[in-house]
């Protein structure tokens, strides 16, 4: 190989890298957009978690078998107990979310201010799942698309690890 074959060769590469890194940290848009109205609306700031960008970029550019796409989101603040506690926090989520996007799973502990909204739609073959915990010290948003399958697997048999292809028994 030669000089030039080899600087042709470590360019690619690096501009390879840096692409699926690019396309594997691009944020869905409603994803963002709930992100941007819960910073706005409760003054909440992401958390930097060290080397979670790593890892979400190795699942979004290695996709698993039922999972391929996500992207987290911590926050811990005091601000959360205003948000846990919100009455309307479901409607105030799937405003933010925009068109599409349909109540899967709402769990409300309004005595202890926690609460799980799992929000999903269907995208193509697979469906988005946007996932918000709210506690009272801290809350994680997360945004994953998976395949509707996997999804049924887990519901089906919640005490044994998904398989994909696996099918359901009666």
């Not at 290695?62 to 999972?67: D, E, R, S």
């Not at 409607?91 to 005595?111: E, I, T, Y």
Request: aromatic letters at 8%; glycine letters at 8%; charged letters at 20%.
């Amino acid at each position: 190989m030669t000089h030039r074959q080899y600087l042709l060769t470590v360019t690619a590469g690096m501009l390879g890298l840096f692409l699926a890194t690019g396309v594997a940290l691009a944020r869905d848009r409603s994803f963002a957009a709930v992100l941007e109205g819960l910073e706005h609306d409760y003054h909440l700031q992401p958390q930097s978690v060290p080397g979670l960008w790593l890892a979400t970029s190795f699942i979004n550019v290695m996709p698993t078998p039922g999972f391929s796409q996500i992207d987290f989101v911590l926050f811990e603040e005091k601000g959360l107990r205003e948000l846990a506690g919100t009455r309307d926090l479901d409607r105030q989520v799937l405003g933010m979310l925009g068109s599409g996007w349909n109540p899967f799973v709402l769990v409300d502990s309004s005595a202890n201010k926690e609460r799980v909204l799992i929000f999903a739609r269907p995208s193509g073959r697979r469906m988005d799942l946007f996932i918000l915990t709210c506690e009272p010290d801290e809350s994680v948003a997360m945004f994953v698309r998976v395949d509707p399958n996997v999804v049924k697997d887990i519901l089906d048999h919640p005490n044994s690890p998904p398989i994909p292809g696996r099918t359901a028994q009666p």
